[in-house]
Nanobody
């Protein structure tokens, strides 16, 4: 599966973004999709996962501000982030358990 993330950018603190992860191939609807992020000088950290039946689980560090969702008809998973903070600055990646996307940069700054 090939994954392409989009939707990143420069956002002011308190703003929101919706990141998208679009997958190639016909297996999308049968696989878990996870979002990870890697901030400057930090290790990559898991943020959230959504299963094929829309069961979701979140890291404690993002719970309440991040929402993961998927549209199987579009082969796309989303990560909606609200109330962005400077510490959310990172490259955000989606992951199938095997394949990674190239990432999309989110920068939170005034």
């Amino acid at each position: 599966v090939q994954l392409v993330e989009s939707g990143g950018g420069l956002v002011q603190p308190g703003g929101s973004l919706r990141l998208a992860c679009t997958a190639s191939g016909s297996d999308f609807r049968t696989i878990d999709i996870a979002w990870y992020r890697q901030g400057p000088g930090k290790q990559r950290e898991w943020c959230a996962t959504i299963t094929p039946v829309n069961y979701t689980v979140y890291a404690d560090s993002v719970k309440g501000r991040f929402t993961i969702s998927r549209d199987n008809a579009k082969n796309t998973a989303y990560l909606h982030i609200k109330n962005l903070k400077p510490e959310d600055t990172a490259v955000y990646y989606c992951f199938t358990g095997v394949d990674w996307g190239q990432g999309t940069q989110v920068t939170v700054s005034s």
